[in-house]
């Protein structure tokens, strides 16, 4: 770690768990050492050999569940490492894998926004962020999506800086790819001023299966979306709703160019709440509009 940068984003290639837990215990253990506060949010079958490999230190180190906490990628920046690095006036410490074997095609470009966005969102704080990947079973463009969204790679323990590291909001834009059509059966409400009240009532309709708490929170983020579309856009927008696999998906599309000033998941309480809210967002902006996909119910 170069202790000079107020910031340092890192990627961490490993091939098998011993490399994990060696790579991760050196990183954390450093941390501690120094009396910077630890964070570790892995997927839960990683959070007990860890902790074993750390012996008394873990007790200094606060573990989260990724699989949980990150399970929206989307969530992860305002709700684990903003509100992290917020509970600290000291240099702080994070070993964050947002990017396991088991996300899925659809969570994907997600993910990869959130690891290029965290370049942009920890500018000039004092902190570094060390992300495993595993090198032996995600496929070979994850792990060169890895060396463009992160500056410095670790890989056979060796720290070399990336020379494919790219802009973050070049490769944001990268991964604002179009979202896959909506099924035939899916309902369409347009919606405007007038009708917010109805929108609601239909949204809370749709969802009735759901927990109460759930669909509290979809008619709330959706609301959300349909006043950002009427405020920002054309004063006007369509809702469409349909499920899969147990999961209720909402969509909002309008004329617009999406929540300002841009889609990071930081500049607007909106889009974070919505993202706090939901399992999972995607968005999709180009010249004839912006469409945001929730899910809730996973």
């Avoid at 969102?121 to 992300?131: D, M, N, Y």
């Amino acid at each position: 770690m170069n202790s000079v940068a107020p910031f340092a984003h890192e990627a961490l290639f490993y091939r098998d768990e011993d490399t994990f837990l060696s790579g991760t215990a050196r990183f954390v253990a450093e941390g501690v050492d120094r009396g910077e506060p630890v964070l570790v949010a892995v997927p839960e079958v990683s959070i007990s050999p860890l902790r074993e490999r750390l012996g008394g230190v873990a007790e200094q180190v606060h573990f989260i569940d990724m699989t949980e906490a990150g399970r929206n990628p989307g969530r992860i920046i305002p709700g684990v490492l903003m509100a992290f690095s917020a509970s600290t006036q000291r240099r702080f410490r994070v070993v964050g894998q947002p990017i396991w074997p088991g996300r899925t095609e659809l969570e994907y470009p997600a993910c990869v926004q959130h690891e290029a966005l965290i370049n942009t969102a920890f500018e000039g704080r004092p902190g570094v962020i060390l992300c495993p990947y595993d090198a032996t079973a995600l496929p070979a463009h994850v792990l060169e999506d890895a060396r463009r969204t992160h500056p410095v790679v670790i890989e056979g323990g060796r720290r070399t800086a990336s020379k494919w590291y790219t802009d973050p909001s070049v490769l944001a834009d990268v991964y604002n790819v179009p979202l896959p059509p909506p099924p035939a059966d899916a309902e369409e409400h347009p919606f405007s001023v007038g009708t917010l009240a109805h929108m609601r009532k239909i949204v809370s309709a749709f969802a009735h299966w759901l927990r109460r708490e759930q669909v509290e929170d979809l008619v709330l983020a959706v609301n959300e979306l349909a006043t950002n579309s009427i405020l920002h856009a054309s004063g006007r927008g369509v809702l469409r709703l349909w499920r899969e696999d147990g999961t209720v998906v909402c969509e909002v599309s309008d004329s617009g160019s999406g929540f300002p000033p841009s889609f990071t998941g930081l500049s607007g309480f909106g889009i974070v709440m919505v993202n706090l809210l939901c399992d999972l967002v995607r968005t999709h902006t180009s010249h004839s509009g912006t469409t945001v996909r929730v899910y809730l119910g996973r």
